[in-house]
């Protein structure tokens, strides 16, 4: 199995920048997109940003595109997540994910304004 553990998240003023990172251990993910998802309360999980293990070519949901940046150090099995010109619509509870099956517990980000 894979157990994905996120870390990084906290309170940040808007326009501020955090770093998260998942911890990636179990089997295998070569084969594997790895991606960030966050919820806020009262709404639907959603997708942030996602990459193949191996690298490659990214995507980013519009509303984070320009700001965020999805890496992975494969050497360090480490998932990253760099979330710069934080907006408080970017409070919620991220989640590391491996092919959108396989779930971290989630750090909480939350932006202030």
């Known amino acids: 199995q894979v157990q994905l553990v996120e870390s990084g998240g906290g309170l940040v003023q808007a326009g501020g920048s955090l770093r998260l990172s998942c911890a990636v251990s179990?089997?295998?993910?070569?084969?594997?997109?790895m991606g960030w998802f966050r919820q806020a309360p009262g709404k639907e999980r959603e997708f942030v940003a996602d990459?193949?293990?191996?690298?490659?070519?990214?995507s980013y949901a519009d509303s984070v595109k320009g700001r965020f940046t999805i890496s992975r150090d494969n050497a360090q099995n480490t998932v990253y997540l760099q979330m710069n010109s934080l907006k408080p619509d970017d409070t919620g509870v991220y989640y590391c994910?491996?092919?959108?099956?396989?779930w971290g517990q989630g750090t909480q980000v939350t932006v202030s304004s």
């Open positions: 994910a491996a092919s959108r099956t396989y």
């Open positions: 179990g089997r295998s993910v070569l084969n594997y997109d």
């Open positions: 990459i193949p293990w191996l690298g490659g070519l990214a």
